[in-house]
Structures are given as structure tokens and as C-alpha cells.
T-cell receptor, first 116, second 113 residues
Framework: GAVVSQHPSRVICKSGTSVKIECRSLDFQATTMFWYRQFPKQSLMLMATSNEGSKATYEQGVEKDKFLINHASLTLSTLTVTSAHPEDSSFYICSAKGGPGANVLTFGAGSRLTVL | RKEVEQDPGPFNVPEGATVAFNCTYSNSASQSFFWYRQDCRKEPKLLMSVYSSGNEDGRFTAQLNRASQYISLLIRDSKLSDSATYLC??????????????FGKGTHLIIQP
């Protein structure tokens, strides 16, 4: 089945630094990838939709200059949290559409970001 | 009204019992519905899609009531391994397929031995 690899699974950084999270579709091409954020005991919130070769579409209230998304190939999308602050600490999950179940999303394992 | 609303629980259920969750959604134009399972600190995984006619997968039965805008999930003969958070997922703005999904906060289920 479709597999999405997300890296790193955990990251701790100092306030003010930038963190990059990678999302790869391992055995299928994903023209569209999605980035979500989940705070404790909250639902997954869509941050942005990433389309290969074009600019990401950000949800209302998500700062595109703070959360940089690059989808340079059909198997890789990256999310960079720039100038991270403690309130950015969260569980970030990517998902990709494609593979055998083309209308089903496959999720990465998530990246837990802690900003000190 | 929230886009997708679920009772957060927790539901504490003895092993072997039957448990049911409901979920309501606000967008009457929604087309696609899913139940996802999320274990603690893990990513969501698709449990099953929900079809208008209702569908069953082993011990799991999902039903959709479009008139009342709710979705249900029934788990029979519950196992300890069923302990997880169950997310009700609805597509947004009437879009078909898997794009634009809105997630409920989830219902936390604890199966007790």
C-alpha cells in the first residue's frame, strides 16, 4: 500500500530558529500533499495544500511567510517553520493523495515540534 | 455549529461490549465521509469510508444519515486493541474525494479488560 514517510519524528529547537520537516511519498507520486497541525486534545487542522510545481494554498489564519512550503517534486514536500516560537510547538502531520487508493489520504507519522 | 462535532468521551467500555459513536456535520453539501483511527501520538489511519447505504467491515459498521446530517460508527465485540481516538472526517464545501477534509476532534475510546 501507499506509504508516506515524514522526518524528523521529533525535534526540539530554540526559539527563533527555523525547522524543516520533510514529507515523502515512498511508492507513489503525490501531486497534492496536505499539511496539518494538531494541538493536544484538539482536532487536526489543515494548514495548507501543497501542489507540485506551484505555490501552496494556505488556510485562513496560517501565515505563509512563517510556514514555508515547498513541493519541488512529485514525492517530496517540505514545511519550514521559520523563527519558531513556543506557541508553534505542536504535532505537524503531512498527508498525500495518490497511490492505489487515489481518493484516500495516506498520512505521515507526524513530527512533534517543541520550541523552547 | 461546528463543522464536524463529536462527543470527545472518553467512552470506557468492557471488552466484548458493543459501542457506538455519532458525529454530526454542518455542511449539507458534503459528499464524502470517513472514520479514521488515531492512536496516541500517532498519525490518523483510515478505518473505513462511509457510504449512503451503510457499510460493514468485520466488527465495524458505519452509517450515514444525510437528512439529519450525522454519521455513526458501531464496534461489536470490542477488543482491547480498539482503544484509540476515532475521528469523524467530512469533506469540505461539497468537494468530492479526499481533498479538503475536515476532522472532528475525535472520540476517545478505552476498552477495559
Amino acid at each position: 500500500g501507499a506509504v508516506v514517510s515524514q522526518h524528523p519524528s521529533r525535534v526540539i529547537c530554540k526559539s527563533g530558529t527555523s525547522v524543516k520537516i520533510e514529507c515523502r511519498s515512498l511508492d507513489f507520486q503525490a501531486t497534492t500533499m496536505f499539511w496539518y497541525r494538531q494541538f493536544p486534545k484538539q482536532s487536526l487542522m489543515l494548514m495548507a495544500t501543497s501542489n507540485e510545481g506551484s505555490k501552496a494554498t494556505y488556510e485562513q489564519g496560517v501565515e505563509k511567510d512563517k510556514f514555508l512550503i515547498n513541493h519541488a517534486s512529485l514525492t517530496l514536500s517540505t514545511l519550514t517553520v521559520t523563527s519558531a516560537h513556543p506557541e508553534d510547538s505542536s504535532f505537524y502531520i503531512c498527508s498525500a493523495k495518490g497511490g492505489p487508493g487515489a481518493n484516500v489520504l495516506t498520512f505521515g507519522a507526524g513530527s512533534r515540534l517543541t520550541v523552547l | 455549529r461546528k463543522e464536524v462535532e463529536q462527543d470527545p468521551g472518553p467512552f470506557n467500555v468492557p471488552e466484548g461490549a458493543t459501542v457506538a459513536f455519532n458525529c454530526t456535520y454542518s455542511n449539507s453539501a458534503s459528499q464524502s465521509f470517513f472514520w479514521y483511527r488515531q492512536d496516541c501520538r500517532k498519525e490518523p489511519k483510515l478505518l473505513m469510508s462511509v457510504y449512503s447505504s451503510g457499510n460493514e467491515d468485520g466488527r465495524f459498521t458505519a452509517q450515514l444519515n444525510r437528512a439529519s446530517q450525522y454519521i455513526s460508527l458501531l464496534i461489536r465485540d470490542s477488543k482491547l486493541s480498539d482503544s484509540a481516538t476515532y475521528l469523524c472526517v467530512v469533506n469540505r464545501q461539497g468537494e468530492g474525494g479526499a481533498d479538503g477534509l475536515t476532522f472532528g476532534k475525535g472520540t476517545h475510546l478505552i476498552i477495559q479488560p
